[in-house]
C-alpha cells in the first residue's frame, strides 16, 4: 500500500521557533505538495516541488520555506513561528501529469503558543 | 481568493437521506472537477472526479452532477449511511495533473 508518511501527528511549539514538518513518500512521485487546513478554508498550498531541488511558491508562501534534498522526503520549514501559523498541515504527493491522483499523509496538527 | 465556492460547511442528514453538496467555480478554464473524502485523523482521499464533456457520474451510491454553464457542480450521496460521515472537499483544475484548487470543504454527519 503507498504511503504518504508525516513524522508527527501533533506538535506544540513556541512563538519565534524555528519548526521542521518532515514528509516522506515510498511511492517514487516526482512532484510534492505542503497544504494547510483551516476550517471554512479549505486546503490552500503553500509550497510544491516537481522534482528533487526545485520548488514553487503556492498561494500562502509567507512565512514559510521548504527543502527537497532526496525524491522522497519534502520538509516544510517555519522560520519564525507565530500563532496565526497554527494549523493542519497536510503533504501530499502525486506522479507526473498526466497522472492526477493525490495521495496525502494523514497531517501534523501544529499549534503554536 | 477563493475560486471555488463550496456550500454548505456542514450537514446533518438522516441515515437513508440524500445529502448534496454544492460547489461553484469562476475559472472557465477549469475542466477536471474531483471530490475528495477526509475522515478524522486521516488525509484526504479521491472519492470520484469528472470532466466537463459528460453531465453525470456514478460510482457506487455518489454521484457527481456537472452544469458547464452555470460553472456548478455537486456531489450527492445515494441512500447515505453513518460511515459517510467525514468532511468532503470539491476540487478544480485546469488540466487533470496540474494544481488543484479545494473548496472550502463540508463536514457531514449523517445519523442512525
Known amino acids: 500500500d503507498v504511503k504518504v508518511t508525516q513524522s508527527s501527528r501533533y506538535l506544540v511549539k513556541r512563538t519565534g521557533e524555528k519548526v521542521f514538518l518532515e514528509c516522506v513518500q515510498d511511492?517514487?512521485?516526482?512532484?510534492m505538495f505542503w497544504y494547510r487546513q483551516d476550517p471554512g478554508l479549505g486546503l490552500r498550498l503553500i509550497y510544491f516541488s516537481y522534482d528533487v531541488k526545485m520548488k514553487e511558491k503556492g498561494d500562502i508562501p509567507e512565512g514559510y520555506s521548504v527543502s527537497r534534498e532526496k525524491k522522497e522526503r519534502f520538509s516544510l520549514i517555519l522560520e519564525s513561528a507565530s500563532t496565526n501559523q497554527t494549523s493542519m498541515y497536510l503533504c501530499?504527493?502525486?506522479?507526473?501529469?498526466?497522472?492526477?491522483?493525490?495521495?496525502f499523509g494523514s497531517g501534523t496538527r501544529l499549534t503554536v503558543v | 481568493q477563493q475560486q471555488v465556492k463550496q456550500s454548505p460547511q456542514s450537514l446533518i442528514v438522516q441515515k437513508g437521506g440524500i445529502p448534496i453538496i454544492n460547489c461553484a467555480y469562476e475559472?472557465?478554464?477549469?475542466?477536471?472537477f474531483p471530490w475528495y473524502q477526509q475522515f478524522p485523523g486521516k488525509g484526504p482521499a479521491l472519492l470520484i472526479a469528472i470532466r466537463p464533456d459528460v453531465s453525470e457520474k456514478k460510482e457506487g451510491r455518489f454521484t457527481i452532477s456537472f452544469n458547464k454553464s452555470a460553472k456548478q457542480f455537486s456531489l450527492h450521496i445515494m441512500d447515505s449511511q453513518p460511515g459517510d460521515s467525514a468532511t468532503y472537499f470539491c476540487a478544480a483544475s485546469k488540466r487533470a495533473g496540474n494544481m488543484l484548487t479545494f473548496g472550502g470543504g463540508t463536514r457531514l454527519m449523517v445519523k442512525p
Open positions: 511511492m517514487d512521485h516526482e512532484n
Open positions: 501530499a504527493s502525486r506522479r507526473q501529469p498526466p497522472n492526477y491522483g493525490y495521495t
Open positions: 475559472n472557465t478554464a477549469f475542466d477536471y
